[in-house]
């Protein structure tokens, strides 16, 4: 297992994290997600961490405060020393029938964090994101918030979910000019079928330093190799209940079907290529992977192992790659000159 920096931090994470979304279950789309009860959840957490995961990532409004009770149980009944473990959670969504038991104001982020300690039986979280834009609430109200829990020592890290790149940028700057905590992550969807992060969002966490956590790295189960163009699913998979996230099939199927080609190759699942491919690019700091099953996890951890060739690699970037959208394929075009001014003289 590797271990990378998240953002600018010191903080090192694992390059697989591991996800509890699959916990708790309950009514509406959490049953159709997962319903893995702690029993089951001391297993998978067990063999993640005995695989050298040190990083879960859950949210209150999974099962909702149910996934946090057992992930916190968890840790307590496995006996885990709390410095071995990076735990992240999230605040945003509606936790009671209130008009204020949801959004990102200075009131719901304060209480949030109250209830997500409570839950996991912890002193301090880790990294405490925001699980999305709060059009409601002003961005210097909700990092100001944040400070706060810093301060007070019961968050260390903090982050973002789910924002657009001009969402983030202004925060940062925020952030910088009044002297608060900057936003050390971003938790955002991203797949090889589902690149779209690629044209703002990546360039910005290059540029700012911060990290990149992939949720739904498999799309939803469409990535696993079970999904073909025929639409059937073996019994089991959550695509089938919940179709999310969207996904351009039209793209997706044909990548599906160079990482066949190489998963072959590899004598592996086509979901350890999907998720290998995450593996290998450089703006990634960490893949976030749930599991219903054991083998299942075991499965995701061993795309830790694959190492894709250049050629592997371009092949797959051939076939999913984006359509330049404007002004990209202009500045490109109007770079041209410069970059050869830029680089004369030396290896482009």
Same mark, same amino acid.
């Given at each position: 297992m590797r271990?990378?920096?998240l953002g600018n931090t010191g903080l090192f994470v694992s390059q697989l994290c591991f996800g509890t979304m699959t916990f708790g279950g309950g009514e509406g789309i959490w049953g159709m997600i997962g319903d893995l009860q702690q029993k089951e959840a001391d297993r998978l957490i067990d063999q993640?961490?005995?695989?050298?995961?040190?990083?879960?990532? =859950?949210?209150?409004?999974?099962?909702?405060?149910?996934?946090?009770?057992?992930t916190g149980r968890a840790l307590k009944n496995l006996k885990v020393k709390r410095e071995d473990?990076?735990?992240?959670?999230?605040?945003?969504? +509606?936790?009671?029938?209130?008009?204020?038991? /949801?959004?990102?104001? /200075?009131?719901?982020?304060?209480?949030?964090?109250?209830?997500?300690?409570?839950?996991?039986q912890l002193d301090y979280i880790d990294?405490?994101?925001?699980?999305?834009?709060?059009?409601?609430?002003?961005?210097?109200? =909700?990092?100001?918030?944040?400070? +706060?829990?810093?301060? +007070?020592?019961?968050? /260390?890290?903090?982050?973002?979910?789910n924002?657009?790149?001009w969402q983030i940028m202004k925060a940062l700057g925020i952030a910088d000019r009044l002297g608060f905590a900057r936003l050390s992550s971003l938790q955002a969807y991203y797949t090889i079928a589902g /690149?779209?992060?690629?044209r703002e969002i990546v360039p910005l966490l290059q540029s700012e330093g911060v990290g990149l956590m992939v949720w739904s790295?498999?799309?939803?189960g469409l990535l696993s190799g079970k999904y073909g163009r025929e639409g059937s699913e073996e019994a089991g998979s959550r695509r089938i209940d919940f179709d999310f996230p969207p996904v351009n099939l039209d793209r997706a199927f044909p990548v599906i079907d160079r990482m066949r080609t190489i998963a072959a190759a590899h004598d592996c699942s086509v979901a350890r290529i999907a998720l290998a491919w995450l593996?290998?690019?450089?703006?990634?700091? =960490?893949?976030?992977?749930?599991?219903?099953?054991?083998?299942?996890?075991?499965?995701?951890?061993?795309? =830790?192992?694959?190492?894709?060739?250049a050629e592997e690699l371009d092949a797959l970037d051939e076939v999913s790659r984006l359509a330049q959208e404007y002004p990209a394929w202009m500045i490109e075009r109007q770079s041209e000159g410069r970059l050869r001014q830029l680089y004369e003289g030396t290896a482009c």
């Open positions: 271990y990378n920096r993640a961490l005995g695989a050298g995961i040190n990083f879960i990532d =859950t949210a209150d409004v999974y099962a909702f405060g149910k996934s946090e009770e057992i473990v990076v735990i992240a959670t999230k605040v945003l969504s +509606q936790m009671g029938d209130g008009p204020n038991d /949801r959004g990102a104001s /200075r009131g719901h982020i304060l209480d949030g964090v109250k209830g997500s300690l409570k839950r996991l990294l405490y994101q925001i699980h999305g834009f709060d059009q409601a609430t002003p961005i210097e109200e =909700t990092l100001r918030a944040l400070e +706060q829990l810093v301060d +007070q020592g019961l968050v /260390r890290y903090v982050g973002v979910s924002w657009m790149a /690149r779209d992060l690629e790295p498999l799309a939803g593996l290998h690019q450089p703006w990634v700091s =960490t893949v976030i992977v749930g599991a219903k099953r054991s083998e299942q996890l075991a499965d995701n951890i061993a795309a =830790t192992d694959i190492v894709l060739s």
